[in-house]
């Protein structure tokens, strides 16, 4: 099972909004509604920031945002925080009941 | 306090072996599967198997990477899983950490661990 493809690095001005992409298969998010986010910050453990494709965890801010077409998800952050800056990673279920993350994409605020 | 701690980590020579352990506390244990995920320094995540709940006959499924060197297991009567490594490689060098939906019909990784540091060096 390879990993999800995600850009190395996305950053965006304070306020402004960015999008994450996450590409797969049709063994992992082309087949299922089971793809998440999560926010790393350095030192830190992975944070779900968004389950099942597009929801929100309560705590988590809706300036998170997720969707998917057909083999690609998404993260949108919309409204950039300096708070957002951290490592963000996908993650899907798969067809042969393992789990993939992606590379993972290093969010910077300018 | 709903939590879950790893440890065990340590220095250990290539081909060797390692158990570490991650026990939970504040949820119900036994109704959700527990998984292992490492990140090497400065790398990725890296999805390295799970086990899955009584109610899911304790099924055990692990990564392409680890297949045949790590077993996954539990002990629902004190709340812990495990992770045997063996014929550890160089390249297993990672932060590993123990992680859970929290109750079966969750997809995601919900709650987290800390992590435990495993050094494969000679």
């Known amino acids: 099972q390879s990993a999800l493809t995600q850009p190395a690095s996305v950053s965006g001005s304070p306020g402004q909004s960015i999008t994450i992409s996450c590409t797969g298969t049709?063994?992992?998010?082309?087949?299922?509604?089971?793809v998440s986010w999560y926010q790393q910050h350095p030192g830190k453990a992975p944070k779900v920031m968004i389950y099942?494709?597009?929801s929100r965890p309560s705590g988590v801010s809706n300036r998170f945002s997720g969707s998917k077409s057909g083999n690609t998800a998404s993260l949108t952050i919309s409204g950039l925080q300096p708070e957002d800056e951290a490592d963000y990673y996908c993650s899907s279920h798969t067809t042969t009941s393992t789990w993939v993350f992606g590379g993972g994409t290093k969010v910077t605020v300018l | 306090e709903v939590q879950l701690v790893e440890s065990g980590g340590g220095l250990v020579q290539p081909g060797g072996s390692l158990k570490v352990s991650c026990i939970a506390s504040g949820f119900t244990f036994s109704g959700s599967s527990v998984h292992w995920v490492r990140q090497a320094s400065g790398k990725g995540l890296e999805w390295v198997g799970r086990?899955?709940?009584?109610?899911?006959?304790?099924?055990?499924a692990s990564a392409a990477s680890v297949r045949g060197r790590f077993t996954i297991s539990r002990d629902d009567s004190k709340n812990t899983a495990f992770l045997q490594m063996n014929s550890l490689k160089t390249e297993d060098t990672a932060v590993y950490y123990c992680?859970?939906?929290?109750?079966?019909?969750?997809?995601?990784?919900?709650?987290w661990g800390r992590g435990t540091l495993v050094t494969v060096s000679s």
């Open positions: 099942d494709v597009s």
């Open positions: 992680t859970s939906p929290m109750r079966d019909g969750k997809w995601y990784f919900d709650l």
């Open positions: 086990t899955s709940s009584k109610a899911n006959n304790y099924a055990t």
């Open positions: 049709r063994s992992d998010i082309g087949t299922y509604n089971y």
